[in-house]
């Protein structure tokens, strides 16, 4: 008896046999590359809280003042190309409601230009393309993929040094669960800055080279787990200056408790985590669970129409057909 294969089957067969190998490629190949820094970005996140400041009109420190802090981010797009690195601009204002709104950032009452420049897959700094400053550690403007429940060096700007944020749980932001890291910064020294004797504490002289220290009371960040976009952030700055030498701070230029993301912020890096971190989970495992499950299927039904096959009419059904004359 000859079997004849029919065409469905074999169609079946190779559709499940590719679906299988698409699978894997999907999970190891696809996924990893889509996992990558843009370089067309262009962000606003805004900080408000409260705070003492020093008014330079006064000539003292002010409590209670309403703090504003800016951050806009956008990519360089030739520079990003030409490297093949992740460039991004980053501009800082620190402003109270007498500075806002400025039609001059610089008008702020601080204002902080920079390049962060990252290899695009792994986040770690890439020192090319006139970054500004030296960046160091794992996360600034966010974490890299695939965040793990271990603690990370995130660049504090103001300190010019990595922190150490440790891992303490999850915490949902506008009903979204991310990775919650904390951290604090000693009272450190950053600088000097020349001023009047008179701000530190000496009257006598009329230029000062005083002691810039900078502390931190608490830097929190919540993460989206599988993107590394930070989707809430707080920090606790403290800005003072000391007389050379001193043990004391003679004044301080800025101390609150607690500046955190806008509600406004918050949502807005809320939503592009849900969209970026679902087209990563799509990549990464629905399509290659449907593809792998689908393709067994296809594979199974297939090689059981193949065993099966089918009788040529054209032949005899048995070699014992019996002859009539």
Not at 85 to 90: E, G, I, M, S, T
Not at 113 to 128: K, L, M
Not at 306 to 312: C, E, I, K, M, N
Request: charged fraction near 25%; charge should be neutral; glycine fraction near 8%.
């Amino acid at each position: 008896m000859r079997r004849k294969f029919s065409p469905v089957s074999l169609i079946l067969v190779g559709l499940g046999t590719f679906l299988l190998v698409l699978a894997p490629m999907l999970v190891w190949y696809v996924e990893p590359r889509a996992a990558v820094n843009p370089i067309d970005i262009d962000t606003t996140a805004v900080y408000t809280g409260t705070g003492s400041v020093f008014d330079v009109g006064k000539v003292e420190t002010v409590p209670g003042r309403s703090i504003t802090v800016t951050q806009v981010v956008r990519g360089d797009v030739a520079d990003s190309e030409r490297s093949g690195k992740a460039v991004w601009d980053v501009t800082t204002t620190v402003d109270t409601d007498t500075s806002l709104p400025a039609a001059d950032p610089h008008d702020a009452l601080e204002f902080t230009p920079g390049r962060w420049v990252t290899d695009r897959r792994s986040n770690e700094p890439a020192h090319c393309c006139q970054e500004s400053p030296y960046y160091e550690g794992e996360a600034y403007l966010k974490f890299p993929f695939d965040v793990q429940k271990r603690a990370y060096r995130w660049w504090d700007n103001s300190l010019g040094a990595p922190v150490t944020l440790r891992y303490e749980g999850v915490r949902k932001i506008r009903g979204y669960e991310g990775y919650r890291f904390t951290g604090t910064v000693p009272a450190t020294r950053t600088g000097t800055r020349l001023v009047p004797g008179a701000i530190v504490g000496e009257p006598q002289r009329s230029q000062v080279l005083a002691e810039e220290w900078y502390a931190n009371h608490l830097i929190e960040l919540v993460v989206d787990q599988r993107t590394g976009r930070v989707i809430y952030a707080q920090v606790g700055p403290r800005k003072t200056l000391r007389a050379p030498g001193a043990e004391k701070d003679a004044v301080v230029l800025l101390d609150s408790r607690k500046l955190a993301f806008t509600a406004a912020t918050q949502r807005d890096q809320v939503e592009q985590a849900k969209t970026e971190s679902g087209q990563l989970r799509l990549l990464g495992e629905t399509l290659p669970i449907g593809a792998g499950v689908l393709g067994c299927v296809l594979a199974l039904v297939g090689a059981v129409l193949l065993v099966r096959g089918r009788r040529d009419p054209g032949s005899p059904e048995s070699p014992h057909t019996s002859l009539t004359m």
